[in-house]
């Protein structure tokens, strides 16, 4: 099973987009809202690159900014 990490934040649709389709799919996912400390927000924006967009999805180590649907 996929090892898959999404760095959210509250209020963000596309995040909630995303977490019901791993649901939907019954992957596992550990959830980093960027807001809970400024480790988790450095470290979102790290891996996106410098961008300050949510939600970074990490899957099986690929990198994903953004969801638009499987």
């Known amino acids: 099973m996929p090892e898959v990490t999404i760095y959210?934040?509250?209020?963000c649709p596309?995040?909630?987009?995303a977490k019901d389709d791993f649901k939907k799919r019954g992957?596992?996912?550990k959830e980093i809202?960027?807001?809970?400390?400024?480790?988790a927000g450095d470290e979102?924006?790290?891996?996106a690159g410098g961008k300050?967009?949510?939600p970074v999805i990490v899957e099986?180590?690929?990198v994903t900014i953004g969801f638009g649907g499987s």
Request: some cysteine; hydrophobic content about 30%.
């Open 8 to 11: 959210t934040k509250v209020g």
């Open 27 to 29: 992957v596992e996912y």
């Open 33 to 39: 809202d960027v807001h809970s400390s400024k480790a």
């Open 60 to 62: 099986d180590g690929k």
């Open 52 to 54: 300050t967009q949510v």
């Open 14 to 17: 596309y995040c909630a987009a």
């Open 44 to 47: 979102a924006r790290k891996l």
